[in-house]
């Protein structure tokens, strides 16, 4: 069975220093690794996702994720933080073997301070 | 695009009151997924479709809950008789097919039911 964990229920960070949101998943097959981010009042927005290669991904508004096969993790990164940062992030995993369902971790709220 | 359009974006209710809630794809998807997001349980997938055709909808809660897919652009998701712990934010999202990995959100219905 799919399983996405995300360990904290908030990051609090300040502006200008690096941050990591942290996710660890369990699937079947191969993971198809995505993070979503919901600012206040909206609904989930792609940030970047995992299907294949580099294990690197950059994605929207300066954020990458690593993807470790080692560790199953795939914890989403910024160099420099902005207050504009702050929002709900959710990491999210779907296998290979030809799911549908996408499981949706349970959130890590950022709050970034000037 | 427009995006993913729901409607209502508020809906204050009555216990016992029929509840109805819709949504229309980007034009050119033909997966559509409903969530319920609460505090208490996060994110939950309620009923996937595909092509019109509802592919699995083991996360309705009960049988107060129904969806329905009549075209390829519109999905309605109806409560009848709702109830307090319905109160909710409902979200659908879109994507492109079953192979394609992003889902596309829309802005939600807060729904309040007293």
């Known amino acids: 069975a799919q399983s996405v964990a995300q360990p904290e229920d908030q990051v609090n960070v300040a502006e200008g220093n690096p941050l990591t949101v942290k996710c660890t998943y369990s699937?079947?097959?191969?993971?198809?690794l995505f993070w979503y981010v919901q600012y206040p009042n909206r609904g989930l927005q792609f940030l970047l996702k995992?299907?294949?290669?580099?294990?690197l991904v950059k994605g929207s508004y300066g954020f990458e994720a690593e993807f470790n096969k080692s560790q199953t993790s795939f914890h989403l990164k910024k160099p420099s933080a902005l207050v504009s940062d702050s929002a709900l992030y959710f990491c999210a995993v779907r296998d290979d073997t030809g799911g549908f369902k996408t499981i949706f971790g349970a959130g890590t709220r950022l709050f970034v301070k000037a | 695009d427009a995006g993913v359009i729901q409607s209502p974006r508020h809906e204050v209710t009555e216990m016992g009151q029929e509840v109805t809630l819709r949504c229309k794809l980007i034009s050119g998807h033909n997966s559509l997924f409903w969530y319920r997001q609460t505090m208490m349980r996060g994110l939950e997938l309620l009923i996937y479709?595909?092509?019109?055709?509802?592919?699995?909808d083991s996360g309705m809660p009960e049988d107060r809950f129904s969806a329905k897919m009549p075209n390829a652009s519109f999905s309605t998701l109806k409560i009848q008789p709702s109830e307090p712990r319905d109160s909710a934010v409902y979200f659908c999202a879109s994507r492109q097919g079953p192979n394609q990995e992003t889902q596309y959100f829309g802005p939600g219905t807060r729904l309040l039911v007293l």
């Open positions: 995992y299907i294949t290669g580099d294990n």
């Open positions: 479709f595909n092509n019109n055709v509802p592919i699995d």
């Open positions: 699937v079947s097959g191969n993971p198809y």
